[in-house]
Nanobody
């Protein structure tokens, strides 16, 4: 069974950093784009960052550009999201998606 599992969420003060991981199991995802989304309470899920299959191209939402970095390690079937200079408005459940498979989400809370 193909699964994605996110980890690395937590509570952090504004200005702090977190690194999210998305580990894939039950299949090989090295040929698929990896994407991070987030959903804040009462808001729609929004796209945050994406990385192509090789890692050679990355894309970011304007709201996180310059603060977040997406990367991947195809040997480990994993996609990462390094989040720096976190703001309270970054508080959300973060989801990864590789191909058509979604993870279950990990909570990120940024206190002011």
């Amino acid at each position: 069974q193909v699964q994605l599992e996110e980890s690395g969420g937590g509570l952090v003060q504004a200005g702090g950093s977190l690194r999210l991981s998305c580990a894939a199991s039950g299949g090989t995802f090295s040929r698929y784009t990896g994407v991070w989304f987030r959903q804040a309470p009462g808001k729609e899920r929004e796209w945050v960052a994406a990385i192509n299959w090789s890692g050679g191209s990355t894309y970011y939402a304007d709201s996180v550009k310059g603060r977040f970095t997406i990367s991947r390690d195809n040997a480990k079937n994993a996609v990462y999201l390094q989040m720096n200079s976190l703001k309270p408005e970054d508080t959300a459940v973060y989801y990864c998606k590789i191909g058509q498979i979604w993870g279950q989400g990990t909570q990120v809370t940024v206190s002011s």
